[in-house]
């Protein structure tokens, strides 16, 4: 069964750092692009940052040259490395993985929290 997991999130001042983590199981992971959506209360979830299966990034303009995502592949392991941190960016952040090839499968993770504020 596939599953992801994230964690790492949690309160910091503005101008800090985060890095979230996300892992996942039950899937090729290096069959998947990989993103990270945020979701903030009483708002649709929107994309953040995806990188795909060969490892091409792409950001939402919004958090371009303070967040940065990467993955392991030998770790299952997807990260976005947020920093500069506004209180904006306070949501709770998903982890999104997608087929890039054959049959259209998505999964997603429960989300962690991130609190931006002094």
């Known amino acids: 069964q596939a599953q992801l997991v994230e964690s790492c999130g949690g309160l910091v001042q503005p101008g800090g750092s985060l890095r979230l983590s996300c892992v996942a199981s039950?899937?090729?992971?290096?069959?998947?692009?990989i993103a990270w959506y945020l979701q903030a209360p009483a708002k649709q979830r929107e994309l953040v940052a995806i990188?795909?299966?060969?490892?091409?990034?792409n950001y939402a303009d919004s958090v371009k040259d303070r967040f940065t995502i990467s993955r392991d592949n030998t770790k299952n392991m997807v990260y976005l490395q947020m920093k500069n941190l506004k209180p904006e960016d306070t949501s709770v952040y998903y982890c999104?993985?997608?087929?890039?090839?054959?049959?259209?499968?998505?999964?997603w993770g429960q989300g962690t929290q991130v609190t931006v504020s002094s």
């Open positions: 999104n993985a997608r087929r890039s090839v054959g049959s259209y499968l998505e999964y």
């Open positions: 039950g899937i090729i992971f290096s069959m998947y692009h």
């Open positions: 990188i795909t299966d060969v490892g091409i990034e």
